[in-house]
C-alpha cells in the first residue's frame, strides 16, 4: 500500500547543527541544496562533509580519464581540486560551511590485486564496477571513524546524508559509515533522495541490518531558496556536462519531480527518517 508523504519543515526537526555528509562534491546540494539551504537561514550552523573528495594523483584509470575528458578538463588540470573549487562555490551561494574528506572517488581506487575498481564502457560516459570487487567494510569503517571525529568537534544535532537509492559503492559506503556513526554517538539521521539519480533508475532503500526506514517527509521549499539551489547547482559546471547535456533538461526534470512528490505542490525534496531496532543498538 502506498504510504502518504509527511509535510516536514527541516526547522521543526529542530537542527541547531545540522551536518550533511555526501559522498560527492555536488550530491548534497542535487539533492537537499534548499534544505540545507532553509536551515541556514532558519538559524541553524550546517556544514558540509564530502567523503570520496581526496587528491589523486596520476596514473588515472581509462575510467577516470574518460570522465576527465567528459567534465571538460585537460590531463594537466587537478580534476579533484577543479572540482572541490566548484563546491565551495555552490555551498557558499547557500551559506553553508564545508569540509572535504580525504577518501579518493571510485574512478580513481585500486583492489588489493592492483586493478582498477571501475572501468570505462566503450561508446558512452558509463562505468562498470568489477563484478569481483570486494567488500568495502574496512573502507566504510574508516570513514565511520572520520564522520565521528567530526561530530564530536562539531556536535551536530541532525545528521543527513544520501539514500544510496543509487547502487553506487560511494554512496553505500558513505550511507552505511553515516549510519553507523549517528548510531554510536547518539544523533538522529535522515537519508536525501538522490538526485538526480533516483529520477533515472529508480531503485529501493535496503538499508544495513538494524536500521529501518520511517515513512517519507517531503520538505517544502520557496520559490526563492529553490532558485537559489539551481544556481548552486549551476556552480558544478564540470558535472553538468553529464547531468544537463542534450536532451537532459535537468532543471526542468528536478522542478517536475518536486511538484510530482509534493502533497500541496510546489517544491521541495524527500527526505526519510531512519529508525534503529533497539535490540541492534
Sequence with gaps: MKRDKAVTKISTMPPRRLLAISPHLDDAVLSFGA?????????????VDTV????????????????HAVWGLSPEDDAPLHRRNEDIAA????????????????????????????????????????????????LVAEIKDDIEAIVAEFEPTLIVTCAAVVDHPDNLATRDAALSAARAMNVPIRLWEDLPYSMFTPGKVELPPG???????????????WKRKNEAVE??????TMLNGRNKNLFARLDEHARKNS????????????????DNG
Design 211 to 225: 536500521f529501518h526506514l520511517g515513512g517519507s517527509e517531503f520538505v517544502p521549499a520557496t520559490a526563492e531558496n
Design 91 to 138: 555551498l557558499a551561494h547557500l551559506g553553508l560551511a564545508y569540509r572535504h574528506g580525504r577518501f579518493l572517488d571510485s574512478i580513481y581506487r585500486r583492489l588489493p590485486d592492483g586493478r582498477w575498481l571501475t572501468d570505462h564502457v566503450e561508446g558512452g560516459q558509463k562505468l562498470a564496477l568489477a563484478q569481483d570487487s570486494p567488500g568495502d567494510d574496512g
Design 35 to 47: 534544505g540545507l539551504a532553509q536551515a541556514a537561514r532558519d538559524g541553524a550552523e550546517v556544514l
Design 52 to 67: 570520496f573528495a581526496g587528491t589523486a594523483p596520476p596514473p588515472y584509470s581509462a575510467a577516470a580519464e574518460r570522465m
Design 235 to 240: 556552480c558544478y559546471s564540470s558535472q553538468l
Design 263 to 278: 502533497p500541496r505542490g510546489g517544491f521541495g525534496e524527500t527526505i526519510w527518517p531512519v529508525l534503529v531496532d533497539e
